[in-house]
């Protein structure tokens, strides 16, 4: 049997679906994939981070932006939508686009049972060659458990795991951190 090749868009042909489209989607090489819509407690931990982060950054120059702002992680090729991501320098946009940065220094991606192999594959793989990222983080929905890759130097990423309510993430750079108590508000896991 002969297996035939998925249909693929160009680049421009997806920014023409984002913008008539009420159902966001992330693309990958001329591929679109329609985005499911968060759980609440997705949004509430999307919430609490940005919230945290306010506080923590306060009067750095870093800007804090929600799940609504896509990342080019390739020129016409890669775009995604991050839970949250922080750019602290001047606000890189994509070629002939406002809709979408290049250069976040901190991205949040909250885990789901249908993203998070995608999450931490393909999808971080991309992330770390963008020369601007200096910390990835990874949040479990389901448990107290919060993954924090560090860039450590080019092509070198260390990754510390936590799984208590009494640890920070400390984003060195920043000198500034984000527990998890704030993180994981008013959640209750089983």
Request: aromatic share 10%; hydrophobic share 35%; proline share 3%.
């Amino acid at each position: 049997m002969q297996m035939t090749k998925p249909q693929t868009i160009s680049a421009e042909e997806y920014f023409e679906l984002e913008r008539t489209s009420e159902t966001k989607h992330e693309y990958l090489h001329g591929e679109v994939f329609a985005m499911t819509g968060a759980s609440v407690r997705h949004n509430l931990i999307v919430s609490h981070v940005i919230g945290a982060l306010d506080r923590a950054l306060g009067e750095t120059d870093c800007e804090i932006f929600p799940s609504d702002i896509k990342v080019e992680l390739e020129f016409d090729k890669h775009y995604v939508y991050p839970d949250v991501s922080v750019v602290c320098e001047q606000i890189e946009t994509a070629k002939r686009r406002n809709d979408a940065i290049t250069n976040p220094k901190i991205v949040f991606e909250v885990l789901s049972e249908s993203t998070k192999d995608y999450d931490r594959g393909t999808k971080f793989a991309a992330y770390r060659k963008l020369p601007s990222l200096t910390d990835f983080i990874v949040i479990d929905q389901y448990s107290v458990l919060v993954e924090h890759h560090r860039k450590q130097g080019p092509g070198r990423w260390v990754m510390h795991e936590y799984e208590s309510l009494q640890d920070s993430l400390l984003f060195e750079d920043l000198q500034v951190s984000v527990s998890l108590e704030k993180i994981y508000r008013n959640l209750k896991f089983s």
